[in-house]
């Protein structure tokens, strides 16, 4: 992976960074955290998760199609058998979304409806988030796409796990084991970041002038999905802020 450490990595390490840096994750980690506010987060997050999340596959499919128009026989033909394993990944967000709010109801007030979450209006960072998959496997260097996946499943296995902590730590057992899709992909991105990092390599191996555009794709992702969480954060902060004056 000599290449990848060489010609790739440098170019991520600013977005990486943000994994410790950006305010709104550290805000997230912090011990003082209030729980009904980390609790609407996680409700805010996997109701709209989906919109980010539903197209993975169809992403990954294409891909493969552009990289074996472009001659990447080889690695086209994985990324498309690649694709079969994150069809559906979405309805776990949508499940995971349906069980917050049903412990909210039981809860919390106010009472919160699955379908008005899920029919919310995109935030620009999800719409850029779509807009940066479908640019990058359209245009000239689609193996980009192969570095959004690795940088996506980096935040996952960096952050993933330290959430995964502190909402055992400040909403029980209970609530942590209703998060399936982040429980799942802080395991599995371990295997998939093996295997995109594989690809990624191959990549560049062919074509080293390219790695940097590839990190830099990936950086974007990185940094277009930390704010998302953030206006996830943001969004939740604002909405209990009635209820923080009232009482």
Request: one cysteine or more; a negative charge.
């Amino acid at each position: 992976m000599e290449l990848l450490k060489k010609l790739y990595e440098p170019y991520t390490l600013l977005a990486r960074s943000r994994l410790e840096s950006d305010s709104s994750l550290r805000r997230l980690l912090d011990s003082s955290i209030k729980p009904v506010v980390l609790e609407r987060f996680l409700i805010e997050w996997m109701s709209r998760a989906a919109y980010m999340t539903e197209p993975v596959d169809g992403w990954i499919r294409r891909t493969g199609r552009r990289c074996i128009e472009q001659g990447m026989e080889r690695l086209g033909e994985q990324l498309i058998s690649h694709a079969k394993s994150e069809t559906g990944h979405h309805l776990m967000t949508i499940d995971d979304a349906r069980a917050l709010v049903e412990h909210w109801n039981v809860r919390r007030s106010p009472r919160l409806e699955l379908e008005e979450l899920l029919a919310q209006t995109p935030t620009e960072s999800m719409k850029e988030y779509r807009q940066l998959h479908d640019e990058t496997i359209e245009g000239p260097y689609p193996v980009g796409q192969i570095a959004i996946e690795r940088e996506i499943g980096f935040l996952a296995v960096q952050f993933g796990p330290r959430l995964m902590q502190q909402v055992e730590t400040v909403l029980g057992k209970e609530v942590a084991d209703k998060l399936s899709f982040l429980n799942e992909h802080v395991v599995v991105d371990v295997g998939h970041t093996m295997l995109n990092e594989k690809m990624l390599q191959d990549a560049i191996t062919r074509s080293p002038e390219q790695g940097r555009i590839y990190a830099e794709a990936g950086a974007r992702a990185m940094n277009t999905y930390i704010r998302f969480l953030g206006d996830c954060l943001h969004i939740a902060e604002d909405l209990l802020a009635p209820l923080r004056a009232v009482a």
